[in-house]
């Protein structure tokens, strides 16, 4: 940073230590910052922006930027228990330590030497052939020559993101919002990228398509079932057409179906099942559903992409964790994994279900919010004139933790009016304490912000 900006930004916060700025007070604007410090106007939005970040100062749109507000309406809640909508792992509570102990040892005294010594870099073969099985009862037939076992879905995300495709195309298209993930790899790989806009209505067909006609794209990344950070899910007639769309203009696919297991509709078919082409790549991981830890994802290639894939892949990594990959062969034989999955269903669901009754209770319906069957992940839309950071870190001081989208879109997409809850870690008992704190803050904030407008209209 420069001498200057650092000058600016270290200015402001002395006059709000020292009491010339006070809560609330509006800054001086762009220009006049900038004619007092002789410095581009740049400058001073980046001052400002790093103020921002560091939850000093926020702005509202069209009037300009305001000191934070330090009085926090909520200050006598501070000392309630954590209530954790952020983790993203699965229920402490219904992961399979002993079962997968189990598993482990099993697999080590079964394979002995040959978990220790380098594998197959597409994966252990006893587990692609279970693997098959597994997948044929989520209608993805498939055969063990198409099947690469990676360390989590990431890995395929960012060893698709810069590999060449068949179809000889360069940009890449997804939803926005989107896994944090995916936007992390297209921006560190500088993959020329779209993004086209997700509700809980879904997407623009005819908008995708013509995505597809004329932005040379690679692939879409795409989750079809219980949306990152969403919470959507596709109908099946979407989900075809889609496929129909990439077929017609020779766009690939890459479908991750992270929590296609926890879909109760038997009905539900992945996207992969609509493609007779080979068009569409299925990743799915085991992660979210089973252990974080376990670090064991799968990806079904068409035949044209094996090779280069495969090339990828060695220079990554040469092969994934092979302990790992024993323990989970034996874990879906044994038929402990439909167990499992029979038991976490049942607790994602009824989160589900908690979380989105609570949110129809508490919150004001000036407030729209997703409404999943289940799975992870619902949001809440704010007014423009709220910051999302902001509303994160003022929930944080009454320790309640939830997440702000900003990551998950594209520089090019609206960001901080999103906030995402993850029901995963939060006790289900703690639910509706969390959302009824969450509306109260929402409603006072949006109090105060009409309040602290009218005011500046009236000595206008």
């Known amino acids: 940073m420069s001498t200057k900006y650092n000058k600016i930004v270290n200015d402001i916060k002395k006059q709000i230590i020292e009491g010339t700025l006070k809560s609330g007070a509006k800054l001086p604007s762009i220009r006049i910052l900038s004619e007092q410090y002789s410095c581009s106007r740049n400058t001073i939005i980046k001052a400002y922006h790093e103020l921002e970040k560091q939850h000093i100062i926020y702005s509202i749109p069209k009037s300009g ?16 228990p954590k209530i954790d909508f952020l983790s993203a792992g699965p229920d402490n509570t219904a992961m399979p330590y002993k079962d997968f102990q189990h598993c482990i040892n099993q697999a080590i005294d079964f394979y002995k030497e040959e978990l220790f010594s380098y594998s197959h870099q597409q994966g ?60 992390e790899a297209v921006q560190l790989h500088h993959v020329k990228t779209f993004g086209i806009e997700l509700t ?32 959507h899910s596709y109908s099946n007639e979407e989900k075809k057409k889609i496929v129909e769309l990439a077929n017609k203009y020779d766009v690939y696919i890459v479908e991750d179906d992270i929590f ?39 990806a079904v290639l068409p035949e044209l992409l094996i090779n280069t894939f495969a090339r990828y892949k060695f220079s990554n990594d040469l092969f994934s964790t092979t302990i790992s990959q024993g323990a989970l062969e034996i874990y879906l ?44 992940y619902l949001s809440i839309y704010l007014p423009r004139t709220l910051s999302a950071k902001r509303v994160v870190d003022a ?12 990551r998950m879109y594209l520089p090019a997409f609206p960001k901080d009016n999103l906030i995402r809850l993850c029901i995963a870690q939060v006790d289900k008992k703690q639910i509706a304490q969390g959302i009824e704190t969450i509306a109260k803050y929402l409603d006072t904030l949006k109090h105060q912000q009409v309040s602290f407008i009218e005011g500046i209209n009236q000595r206008l």
């Open 260 to 298: 296609g297991d926890l879909d109760m509709n038997a009905k539900s078919d992945p996207m992969f099942s609509y493609d007779p082409r080979g068009k569409v790549i299925y990743i799915k991981s085991f992660s979210k559903i089973m252990l974080p830890g376990l670090r064991i994802a799968v």
């Open 65 to 80: 930027y305001y000191v934070v507000n330090n009085v926090d309406p909520l200050k006598k809640e501070s000392n309630t």
């Open 333 to 376: 034989k044994s038929g402990m994994f439909i167990s499992h999955l029979e038991n976490i269903r049942e607790v994602y669901k009824t989160k589900m279900e908690i979380v989105k009754s609570a949110c129809e209770h508490y919150l004001s319906p000036y407030y729209n919010f997703t409404k999943p069957e289940t799975g992870f």
């Open 395 to 406: 929930l944080q001081q009454t320790n309640i933790f939830v997440d702000d989208a900003e």
């Open 124 to 183: 252990l073969l006893g587990l692609r052939r279970e693997l098959i099985k597994h997948l044929q009862d989520r209608q993805v037939f498939t055969t063990a020559e198409r099947m690469f076992v990676l360390s989590g879905s990431q890995q395929a995300i960012n060893l698709l993101t810069p590999m060449p495709f068949p179809n000889g195309k360069s940009n890449i298209l997804i939803e926005q919002p989107t896994y944090f993930g995916a936007v």
């Open 200 to 231: 809980m209505e879904g997407i623009d067909l005819e908008r995708l398509e013509n995505m597809f006609r004329y932005n040379d794209i690679k692939f879409f990344y795409i989750i079809p079932r219980f949306h990152n950070p969403l919470g």
